[in-house]
């Protein structure tokens, strides 16, 4: 079971970690794929190391430009793929079908083999554009999965609201027993 993990620039670092760590938990094989800013968003939010740290947790890691790599194709045995965060730049290039970095054209590749693409897409408030996209990534089949906590679980930290939004990702894949903690 191998899924691809996509890092961009958005708010909400810590959410990439905690779905490879969540992934991993399933046994999955993990295709990471960071941006320029997914870098940049690392070291300003978590700190110098953590973007090293993430690339261990991984598979397999491909250049962001790298768009030669496997999971550029979908010959590639890939379940599905999240982006975690997904910003709003990668969101509108995903609804456009730009496919101009590997993290993009990952994504078109899961929308076009209609497999799962999950978009922790962060942003607040949100322009018209964004919404726009929001709806053309749903209409081709994309879940956009914004990283709100889940408050009715009282989460105690940033923490733990961060582990139960990347476990709700990584159970919307549907790949495995349901991860995420649910309401009794
Ligand atoms: C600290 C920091 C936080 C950011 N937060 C967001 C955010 O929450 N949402 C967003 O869409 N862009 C955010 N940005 C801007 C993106 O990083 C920027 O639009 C970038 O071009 C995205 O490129 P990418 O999609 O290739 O990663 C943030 C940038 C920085 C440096």
């Not at 070291?43 to 740290?53: H, N, P, S, T, Y």
Request: proline share 4%; aromatic share 2%.
């Amino acid at each position: 079971m191998r899924v691809v993990l996509g890092v961009s620039g958005a708010s909400g670092a810590a959410l990439a970690a905690a779905c490879a760590r969540h992934l991993s938990a399933l046994g999955a094989e993990i295709d990471l794929v960071i941006s320029k800013a997914g870098e940049r968003t690392l070291v300003e939010e978590i700190g110098l190391e953590a973007a090293d740290a993430l690339r261990a947790q991984a598979t397999r890691v491909h250049a962001i430009m790298n768009v030669g790599a496997a999971i550029a194709s979908g010959s590639a045995p890939v379940a599905g793929m999240i982006v975690a965060p997904c910003s709003m730049r990668s969101l509108a290039a995903i609804a456009h079908g730009l496919d101009d970095n590997l993290l993009t054209r990952a994504a078109s590749v899961q929308l076009k083999e209609r497999r799962r693409l999950v978009l922790l897409a962060r942003e607040s408030p949100l322009t018209l554009a964004h919404l726009r996209n929001m709806t053309a990534v749903t209409e081709m089949g994309g879940i956009v999965a914004p990283p709100v906590p889940a408050f009715y679980l009282r989460p105690e930290s940033l923490a733990a609201a961060v582990e139960q939004i990347a476990a709700r990702a990584v159970d919307l894949l549907g790949l495995g027993r349901p991860q995420a903690q649910a309401w009794e």
